[in-house]
């Protein structure tokens, strides 16, 4: 290899290492409070401090309970035919979403900073 390709696999290297870094960053910072939307409507707005579990019943029998213990939310059960939203595992991230799709329910993680609400636009994995 000639000293030219060095040098572009170094600066390949090092803008993969900044992209990396910032996601991790990014994904690092534990959010404050959760929301969960079904069908796009917010149906509950709690913070994370409180260890509790809400039930989410809609109207046509589904019925998600969702969990929060030590500042991470997680669903707990649901009646779903997949159950693929229980595997998701617990997040306190705003990076990571918990979704039942049969349900049209998303749960997620948001920071307070300075009385506002701040969300990620998108994060790609």
């Not at 959760?34 to 589904?62: C, H, M, N, W």
Request: charged fraction near 25%; proline fraction near 3%; charge should be neutral.
């Amino acid at each position: 290899m000639k000293h030219r390709d060095w040098i572009i696999i170094a600066v390949l290297l090092a803008i993969a290492a900044g992209l990396y870094a910032g996601n991790r960053m990014m994904a690092g910072k534990a959010g404050s409070v959760f929301t969960v939307t079904v069908d796009g409507q917010i149906v509950l707005e709690k913070p994370l401090s409180t260890d509790a579990v809400y039930p989410i019943r809609q109207e046509d029998g589904s019925v998600n309970l969702i969990e929060v213990k030590n500042g991470a939310v997680s669903m707990r059960e649901a009646n779903c035919r997949d159950g693929l939203c229980m595997r998701q595992g617990a997040t306190r991230s705003p990076a990571k979403n918990i979704v039942c799709l049969p349900h049209k329910l998303v749960v997620s993680v948001l920071r307070e900073d300075n009385g506002r609400q701040e969300e990620l636009d998108v994060i790609v994995q």
